[in-house]
């Protein structure tokens, strides 16, 4: 997950309001039902000892969503009496509405809840065009598509010399039309950056069409077995975007996992344990963080200054590094502001581990390296 997007949270100091806003619910109350829930976080971060500022912000912000249609949530993180950010979730908070005052925003959540959603392009295709629609975890949008030559597109059924030439002719215009739709495919792609595109149509044609695609994006083609309008094509694109996600985290964790081993200069490229990423993020060498949400050491206390690269362990550390203040923070959500400040992505592993026994980073958390 690229974090950029959050660094309005880090030009100011805490503390800070972090709420969990689940609004998949949708019936006839919802509007009641959301005035209420906007009362009940304001007392709740009032009982954490937010201001009042602070808490009339939040409250009015998840009061403004009762009409909102949003599929799954929204995250709000907020100081100071003003909201500072309210990114749209991809998936829905799994234990509903929840809310932190904390001298960090608390933004690990957001690893499986709005990071590692990829966008799809999905291709309606038939023989004289088609037509894009860019999906991801929040919805779908029009994006563009194609019409190529409407004449001729359907063959005939006898044989003499004129049909088989109007044949020849339908078949140049099939082939021209999925030229067209491949190439006009590959700009959407460029544009909007999809990491998926799914191609929905009959069989043929959408073959065609995938031939006819650069050969670099070929490993993100999948043609769909069900067509257009049809629920289990909604099915089926969730799960292509869920084999997807799955198969990034696989990857990232068996690049971990290779690289606890020294490599060939003796430099160990990966470490785990708050100890070693605490001190790899004072040295601002973390290259990519790993994070099991539910990982017992996430929740470790540690030290942290008003700049992302001081924290520490113990207290008594930060001051020895020349930090007069100190508050205590989350090593999860301090180690994430960090990796904000150094340009390094973050994932959670959790979707790469379908079993028990998976061998994760010690404690939930670990990161790659980069040397200087």
Known sequence: MDLAFLHPLYEHSGPWASVYVDLSEHAEDTAQVRDMTAAAVARDLAGQGADEATCT???????????????HGRALFARAGRIVLNPPLARRPPTGTT???????????????????????????????????LRSGVGGQDAGGVTGRQWPVH????????????????????????????DALAVCQEETRADLLILVG????????????????????????????????????ERTRTAHVRMRARQDLERFQAARAPDDE??????????????????????????????????????????????AVRRQELRTLGE??????????????????????????????????????????GALLRWK
Not at 206 to 227: I, K, M, N, S, Y
Not at 266 to 282: D, F, I, K, S, W
């Open 324 to 365: 007069p203040d100190a508050w205590s923070a989350r090593a999860d959500d301090a180690l994430l502001r960090a990796a904000v400040e150094t340009g390094a992505p973050a994932i959670s592993v959790a979707p790469a581990l379908p079993d028990e026994g998976e061998d994760t980073p010690a404690g939930g958390m």
């Open 57 to 71: 912000a939040v409250r009015d912000a998840v009061r403004d969503l009762r009409h909102a249609t949003d599929p």
């Open 99 to 133: 809310a932190l005052w904390a001298p960090l925003p608390h933004v690990a959540p957001l690893l499986e809840l709005a990071g590692e959603d990829p966008l799809c392009v999905v291709a309606y295709i038939d023989r004289k065009g088609a037509d894009f629609e």
């Open 155 to 182: 063959r005939t059924s006898t044989g003499d010399w004129s049909e088989r030439h109007f044949q020849l002719r339908v078949e140049n215009t099939w082939e021209h039309n999925a030229a067209e739709i491949a």
């Open 202 to 237: 009959d069989g043929r044609e959408c073959r065609a069409v995938h031939e006819r695609l650069p050969q670099r994006l070929h490993d993100r083609v999948v043609e769909a077995e069900h067509g257009t309008g049809s629920r289990l094509l909604d099915e089926e694109v």
């Open 266 to 311: 003796g430099r160990t490229v990966a470490v785990e344990g708050v100890p070693a990423l605490v001190e790899a993020a004072r040295e601002h060498r973390i290259d990519e963080l790993l994070i099991r949400l539910d990982g017992p050491d996430t929740h470790r206390e540690v030290w942290i200054g008003e700049g992302p690269d001081q924290l």
